[in-house]
């Protein structure tokens, strides 16, 4: 379902399209911030724009009252729950990635920390 979100004509879901040329299934909230955080910055690269994670903000208060809009007319139209169970595990991981950024950026800035020869890197 993100797939198909994602790559539709949608201008708020339509934001994570380059999310969706590299899909990657079953990610780890780390995997997510790193993959959403690069796009962001180099779409603001490639935009042209101010570099910065300032908009992902905007980006994920769109997604949360876009899912809630989404929601209540799935709930309106289907008998079964398989579409709003997809749709809720997918509120969940927006959610989840959006409290995680600033976290899990403490994680992944270690990655880009030189180290003294012979020293290990904690993967």
């Known amino acids: 379902m993100g797939l198909i979100l994602a ?7 339509g934001r994570l399209r ?6 990657m299934p079953f990610a780890t909230p780390t995997e997510m911030v790193y993959r959403i ?3 962001h910055l180099l779409g603001c690269f490639l935009r042209s724009e101010p570099a910065g994670l300032d908009g992902l903000d905007g980006l994920f208060s769109d997604i949360d009252r ?3 809009a989404f ?11 398989a579409g709003i ?7 969940s991981g927006s959610m989840v990635t959006s ?3 600033k976290p899990e950026m403490e994680n992944i800035r270690a ?12 993967l």
């Open 18 to 23: 380059p999310l969706a040329y590299m899909h």
């Open 7 to 13: 790559t539709s004509a949608c201008p708020i879901l």
């Open 37 to 39: 955080v690069s796009m």
């Open 85 to 91: 169970n997809a749709l809720l595990s997918l509120h």
């Open 66 to 68: 876009l899912n809630h």
């Open 71 to 81: 929601f209540s007319r799935l709930k309106r139209a289907v008998q079964r729950d």
């Open 99 to 101: 409290m995680s950024i």
């Open 111 to 122: 990655w880009f920390q030189q180290t003294p020869a012979g020293d290990q890197v904690r």
